[in-house]
């Protein structure tokens, strides 16, 4: 029966900390140098100690107005991604913007807000643009093929036919 006592025993003593393990866990025991701060004694006692901060109010800091039409920006988006992904080897793209500009870019990049790209016919320069302002796109800088007047009455054929 002593011989089951005596494991226990060393076990239950292994799992109790002495007094002398929390002398040993900082670099300099209380007895060598006293606290010199309260920082220094909330490190011995293992507590963090943050900064207070006001609380601030959400009125204080509003979040700043959206300045883009969403459901502009969606549309020409879409317009532009588009035609984007229609571009030929002549690596052009054709924007119509809402006021009635028509730019052709080339080497256009993406982003999440706007696009970019280099004007054709110039070595340098770099334009970009919201995508709210985009009216149409298509690829390539040619101009977009004449579309037929369908309320147009159909011309009568001249001539005479044999």
Do not use: H, W
Request: glycine share 8%; charged share 15%.
């Amino acid at each position: 029966m002593v011989r089951l006592l005596l494991p226990a025993a060393a076990a239950l003593a292994a799992c109790t900390a002495a007094p002398q393990n929390d002398a040993m866990t900082s670099p300099t025991s209380p007895s060598q140098a006293p606290a010199s701060s309260a920082q220094e004694k909330s490190q011995r006692a293992g507590a963090a100690v943050a900064p207070s901060q006001e609380p601030v109010s959400a009125a204080a800091n509003p979040l700043p107005a959206r300045q883009v039409d969403a459901a502009a920006a969606a549309e020409g988006r879409r317009a532009l991604s588009t035609a984007f992904v229609r571009v030929g080897p002549d690596g052009l793209l054709t924007v119509e913007k809402r006021g009635g500009q028509v730019l052709t870019l080339r080497a256009v990049v993406m982003g999440p807000d706007s696009y970019c790209g280099i004007p054709a016919g110039t070595a340098k320069g770099k334009y970009c643009g919201s995508y709210a302002e985009v009216a149409a796109a298509r690829p390539g800088g040619a101009p977009p093929p004449a579309q037929p007047d369908l309320a147009a009455p159909n011309p009568a054929p001249t001539g005479e036919r044999r």
